[in-house]
C-alpha cells in the first residue's frame, strides 16, 4: 500500500515537473519573441532617423555650396561695379581739372588787362599834391569834456521815532505791547527813564524773554 502510495506521488512529482519545463519553455519562447519583435521595431525605427539626418546633411551641403556660389558671383559684380566707378571716376576727374585749368588762366587773363587799362597815370601835379598833404601835420582833436560829476542828494532827514509804538524796543512783541499799554505803559520813554511807579508796571513783564534788556534797548532808539 504504502509502495503504491509512493509510485502515485512519483507520477504527480514528475508531470508537475514536465509541465513546469513546458510553461517556462513557452515563457521563454515569448520572451524571446517579444527580444525579436523590440529589435524588428527598433531597426524600423531608427532607418528612418538615418535616413532624415542624411537628407538634412545633404540639404546643408547643398545649400552652403549654393551660398558660397552665390556669395563669389555677386562679390566679383561688386569688385567690376568699383572698377567700373573708379575708371569714370579718373577720366572725369582728369577733364573737370583740365576745365578748370582753362577757365583759371582766362580769368587771370582778363583781370591783368583790366588792371592794366584801368590804373590813372600819375602827373607831376598830383604828386606835388600829395607830398604836400602828407607833409602837413595832423591837427589835433579839442578834448572831450568830462562831465560834471552829480552832486550827491541831501540826506533825507530822519522821521521821527513814534514813541507809542512800544514794539520797537527788541524783545517787546505785539501782545507784550498791548499788556504794558493796559498796565499804563504807553511810551517808550517811561521805559527808558521809568519812574519809581514806572519800574512797579514793568516788574510784571519780569518773565518776559530780555525783559533786563528792555531799559537799554529802549534808550537806544530815543
Avoid: C, W
Avoid at 588762366?105 to 599834391?129: F, G, Y
Avoid at 511810551?187 to 519800574?199: G, H, K, L, T, W
Amino acid at each position: 500500500m504504502a509502495k503504491k502510495a509512493k509510485q502515485n506521488v512519483d507520477k504527480i512529482v514528475k508531470k508537475v515537473n514536465k509541465e513546469f519545463e513546458k510553461t517556462s519553455s513557452q515563457i521563454e519562447g515569448l520572451v524571446n519573441d517579444a527580444l525579436k519583435q523590440f529589435d524588428s521595431l527598433q531597426n524600423q525605427v531608427q532607418e528612418p532617423v538615418r535616413k532624415l539626418l542624411k537628407e538634412i546633411d545633404e540639404l546643408r551641403d547643398r545649400e552652403m555650396k549654393r551660398f558660397h556660389e552665390e556669395f563669389e558671383r555677386r562679390l566679383e559684380e561688386f569688385h567690376e561695379l568699383q572698377s567700373s566707378i573708379l575708371e569714370r571716376l579718373g577720366v572725369a576727374s582728369k577733364e573737370a581739372g583740365q576745365e578748370v585749368k582753362k577757365l583759371t588762366d582766362e580769368v587771370s587773363k582778363e583781370a591783368t588787362t583790366a588792371a592794366k587799362k584801368s590804373a590813372p597815370k600819375k602827373t607831376a601835379k598830383t604828386a606835388s599834391k600829395s607830398k604836400t598833404s602828407a607833409s602837413k601835420p595832423a591837427a589835433k582833436k579839442p578834448a572831450a569834456k568830462k562831465p560834471a560829476a552829480r552832486k550827491a542828494p541831501a540826506a533825507k532827514a530822519a522821521k521821527p521815532v513814534d514813541k507809542s509804538d512800544l514794539t520797537l524796543v527788541k524783545g517787546i512783541g505785539p501782545a507784550t505791547a498791548k499788556k504794558m499799554k493796559d498796565a499804563g505803559i504807553t511810551s517808550i520813554d517811561q521805559i527808558a527813564n521809568p519812574s519809581a511807579e514806572d519800574q512797579e508796571k514793568l516788574k510784571a513783564f519780569s518773565n518776559v524773554k530780555g525783559y533786563s534788556e528792555f531799559t537799554a534797548e529802549a534808550k537806544k532808539i530815543i
